[in-house]
Every structure is written in structure tokens, then in C-alpha cells.
């Protein structure tokens, strides 16, 4: 399914909140201390309004001072951060956001999500799993849900969610509905079950390592169908794909702290029709492979 309307791409999507969320973001994964700082900077200045950050990035701070020094107001940005596994027991959460906030120099987040559907044990230096609060995330949920009312977020999500996982979540009785569910979608990974699952279920899907992450980049731009429409288009490789994610209907996040990347991956475009199937025939075509995949390293079947 495509949301190409009248051959343009949505700039944003609505949230059931009646917020508008930027439909292309910066994403700040991997972005080093004294390289962040001038992406967010380079990403404002080429029009971006949706910075896509989270504790565990360990960059925060510098994205804050970017956003001080830049001249757009607060109001025109969006801000997402992510709660990290340590801090999923429900005494714990607020404090967790407060740090981001502080950080962030910031007053509110317009979306916070739950980093991974995975919770350690507090005090523990070797992530060893909370396995009860992993596989009931609901007590978690309450406090985010809690964290709306209070003001501090405007949106709540969850983040690496599977079907099996967002089913269990929202079996419960919810005050707020998940908004978003952040997930790895590329060319390998294209998750056409979940993109269908999602959109039938009103929740819409964000797409991180868009390109195939740092070990998939180079090949994912050498795809032969990707090539021709790009050179159909007179767009590049990466424009195709980014122009995909939001044609399929998701937020995309690519990440890059190259200026000229920034600005290139900033610019999509609504694909033909014929261009768009050719692409996502292609991607569900071949066996999925999934690039980011902690489950063996945190002892727990996350997918």
C-alpha cells in the first residue's frame, strides 16, 4: 500500500494524540561526542524539525546544546528519546526520563518510547534479565501512560516490538495507546507482516537502520532494482529507499553525521507507482536478515 497522494509524499503523520510527526527524522545512533552536536546542527539547517535520540546513545547532552544554540523554536521540533532497559521497574521510570530531559535541555518529549520489550535487573553490571517485567511490560506501560498525564510526554511508544509482543501489551486495559513502535525495516529486513499488522492496528511504525545499518550500507546500494529507479528518477540510491519507508507509510530515520548525507537523505520523493511495488517486490523477495539482534548477548528470544 502506498501514501503517495496526487504524486507527493506525506512531509508528517498524525498520531492519535492529533500531533503531527515529522515523516523523515535525524537519527542520532552511533553519532559520537564531537561529531552529534554538528548533525543536529546541519540537520536544522537543512530543514529537519524530528531528532530520533535515547539514553543509552550516551549523546544527549550534545544534542541539547545543539538544539540551544539553534534559532528554531521548541514548539517546531520533535523530540523522541527512549527508555533503556535498567530502569523498566515503575519506581524507576521517571527518574530515567528526568535525566533525558535534563540532558535535552527541555521541558517535555514529544515522543518517549520503550528502548527494547526487554527489562534488566536493577544493580546488576552484566544486564542479566528481568524476565517477569520482560514478559509483562504493563506495570512499565502504566508509568509511561502516568508520564503523559503528568506533561513531560506528549506521545508513548515502544520500540523493537514484534507482533506476539504488541499483542500481549495491548491485550490490557490502556489509558494510551501505543503510538509507535520503532523497528529495524530496510531492503533486508522489510517486515511486510508487521507493516500490515500495524496499520490495520492504527499504529504507526518507524524505520531505523533504513539503509541496512553500518554493515549493510555499502551492498544495499548496489541493488539492481534500486539502481534503475534511481537512475530513472535521477535521485540517488539512498533517496529511493528513504522514499520507500514513507511511501509504505512509515516515519524513516536515517542516520549520518556527513553533512552532504544529512542533506541528501533529507530530500524524498514520491515514487511511481510501478517503481514503488518493483522495490518492495524485491525486498520481501529474499530470505529477511535482520542486523540488529542482541537476543543471544542479553539471554532472551526477543523476536
Given at each position: 500500500m502506498s501514501t503517495a497522494v496526487n504524486?507527493?509524499?506525506?512531509?508528517?503523520?498524525?498520531?492519535?494524540?492529533?500531533?503531527?510527526?515529522?515523516?523523515?527524522?535525524?537519527?542520532?545512533?552511533?553519532?559520537?561526542?564531537?561529531d552529534v552536536g554538528n548533525a543536529v546542527k546541519t540537520a536544522l539547517d537543512a530543514g529537519y524539525r524530528h531528532i530520533d535520540g535515547a539514553w543509552i546513545y550516551g549523546n544527549e547532552a550534545e544534542v541539547g546544546e545543539a538544539l540551544k544554540a539553534s534559532s528554531v523554536p521548541r514548539s517546531e521540533l520533535w523530540l523522541t528519546?527512549?527508555?533503556?532497559?535498567?530502569?523498566?521497574?515503575?519506581?524507576?521510570?521517571?527518574?530515567?526520563?528526568?535525566?533525558?530531559?535534563?540532558?535535552?535541555?527541555?521541558?517535555?518529549?514529544?515522543?518517549?518510547?520503550?528502548?527494547?520489550?526487554?527489562?534488566?535487573?536493577?544493580?546488576?553490571?552484566?544486564?542479566?534479565?528481568?524476565?517477569?517485567?520482560?514478559?509483562?511490560?504493563?506495570?512499565?506501560?502504566?508509568?509511561?501512560?502516568?508520564?503523559?498525564?503528568?506533561?513531560?510526554?506528549?506521545?508513548?511508544?515502544?520500540?523493537?516490538?514484534?507482533?506476539?509482543?504488541?499483542?500481549?501489551?495491548?491485550a490490557n486495559s490502556l489509558k494510551v495507546k501505543p503510538a509507535v513502535n520503532q523497528v529495524e525495516l530496510s531492503y533486508w529486513n522489510p517486515q511486510p507482516e508487521l507493516v500490515k499488522w500495524a496499520r490495520d492496528n492504527g499504529i504507526l511504525l518507524e524505520a531505523y537502520s533504513p539503509l541496512g545499518s553500518a554493515e549493510k550500507v555499502k551492498e544495499s546500494l548496489q541493488i539492481p532494482e534500486v539502481k534503475s529507479v534511481a537512475k530513472e528518477l535521477g535521485i540517488t540510491p539512498a533517496q529511493v529507499y528513504i522514499s520507500w519507508h514513507v511511501q509504505r507509510g512509515t516515519v524513516v530515520?536515517?542516520?549520518?553525521?556527513?553533512?552532504?548525507?544529512?542533506?541528501?537523505?533529507?530530500?524524498?520523493?514520491?515514487?511511481?507507482?510501478?517503481?514503488?511495488?518493483r522495490i518492495e517486490g524485491a525486498a520481501v523477495g529474499h530470505e529477511p536478515f535482520r542486523t540488529v539482534d542482541p537476543s543471544k548477548r542479553w539471554g532472551v528470544d526477543i523476536f
Open positions: 504524486g507527493r509524499l506525506p512531509t508528517h503523520f498524525t498520531l492519535p494524540s492529533g500531533d503531527k510527526i515529522p515523516a523523515v527524522a535525524l537519527g542520532v545512533w552511533r553519532a559520537d561526542r564531537g528519546s527512549k527508555l533503556w532497559n535498567t530502569f523498566h521497574r515503575p519506581e524507576d521510570v521517571e527518574n530515567a526520563l528526568d535525566e533525558s530531559l535534563q540532558r535535552l535541555g527541555v521541558d517535555y518529549l514529544d515522543l518517549y518510547l520503550m528502548h527494547w520489550p526487554v527489562a534488566f535487573k536493577k544493580g546488576t553490571t552484566t544486564n542479566e534479565v528481568d524476565f517477569e517485567l520482560t514478559e509483562n511490560p504493563y506495570p512499565t506501560w502504566q508509568k509511561l501512560e502516568e508520564m503523559v498525564s503528568k506533561g513531560k510526554v506528549r506521545n508513548i511508544g515502544v520500540s523493537n516490538f514484534n507482533i506476539r509482543r504488541m499483542q500481549n501489551l495491548t530515520l536515517p542516520k549520518s553525521v556527513t553533512p552532504s548525507r544529512i542533506e541528501e537523505n533529507f530530500h524524498v520523493v514520491a515514487l511511481p507507482e510501478e517503481a514503488f511495488e
